[in-house]
């Protein structure tokens, strides 16, 4: 994703929340035309490596792209559709991993956020 310019890229570990996935990974995009790039790029390398997704959604649209790879769910958000999902906010209790340009191959790990609301937890 940093590759591609993706900005606050964020791993999230919920599988202790949840058994959809055990890690989501957010980025954020300028632009529709960025959006479908990124996706594109995280496509290719995974499929190189022979990771196929099992589903890809928002293509289309490209606001927002969700790419299911099984354990890890990718989410490639316009910077305002993210905003607006708010989907760290919806996991505040999943542990949180940093990356930044500076630093790709050696995450920041982050304290999660505290609940704001009581009793959100995801289960399949």
Request: hydrophobic letters at 45%; glycine letters at 6%; charged letters at 25%.
């Amino acid at each position: 994703m940093l590759d591609k310019k993706a900005t606050d890229v964020l791993i999230l570990h919920v599988a202790k929340l949840t058994s959809v996935a055990d890690y989501l990974v957010l980025g954020s995009a300028d632009s529709d035309r960025q959006t479908r790039a990124i996706a594109d790029h995280v496509d290719g390398i995974l499929s190189q490596t022979g990771s196929s997704p099992l589903s890809i959604e928002g293509n289309a649209s490209s606001q927002w792209v969700l790419m299911d790879f099984g354990d890890v769910v990718v989410h490639i958000f316009r910077q305002d559709a993210r905003q607006h999902y708010g989907l760290e906010r919806l996991w505040a209790d999943a542990k949180r991993i940093l990356l930044t340009a500076e630093t790709p191959n050696r995450p920041v790990v982050a304290k999660p956020a505290p609940a704001k609301q009581v009793g959100i937890t995801r289960r399949a």
